[in-house]
């Protein structure tokens, strides 16, 4: 139950975290959005290419039944997983409004970019817990 409830907090304040960004969006100018666009291109990029090999590296220790190794020596490949997809989307995160700061933008705007970061976050902590709990991480399970 307790996993179910972080998966849905984290859905809505995704969702929420998103609408503020778009909002804030609506304060830039054409030339600063494009401005920002343009600037994030390569992050992106190398995003895209960091996600897929978290996910590439899962898939394959999966595949070559390589994922009980972590299991003997007490991680939860499952864990592991998860707790390093929350960290891209932290330092990620952290970068992008690192960035930010740096452009002289509106104070609008990053209001509404540290809003809807910090929305995420909290999501992301939510189903931390919950996959805590669901996966009978000692002090997050039921006694």
């Known amino acids: 139950m307790i996993f179910y409830a972080g998966l849905g907090i984290m859905i809505l304040t995704t969702m929420l975290g998103r609408t503020v960004k778009e909002r804030g969006m609506k304060t830039l100018s054409h030339e600063q959005l494009g401005y920002v666009m ?7 990029m190398t995003g895209m290419y960091i996600l897929f090999g978290i996910v590439g590296l899962y898939l394959a220790l999966g595949y070559f039944n ?3 190794y972590f299991e003997e020596i007490g991680i939860n490949p499952t864990m592991g997983y998860f707790v390093l997809m929350m960290l891209y989307v932290l330092i990620s995160q952290g970068f992008s409004i690192s960035k930010l700061q740096k ?4 104070s609008a705007y990053l209001r509404s970019v540290y809003i809807g970061a910090g929305l995420q976050l909290l ?17 997050f399970s039921n006694p």
Do not use: E, T
Request: aromatic share 6%; no cysteine; proline share 6%.
């Open 66 to 68: 390589k994922l009980n």
């Open 38 to 44: 343009s600037s994030f291109s390569k992050m992106r």
């Open 103 to 106: 452009m002289d933008l509106p």
């Open 123 to 139: 999501g992301l902590g939510a189903l931390l817990i919950g996959m805590m709990n669901y996966l009978g991480i000692p002090s």
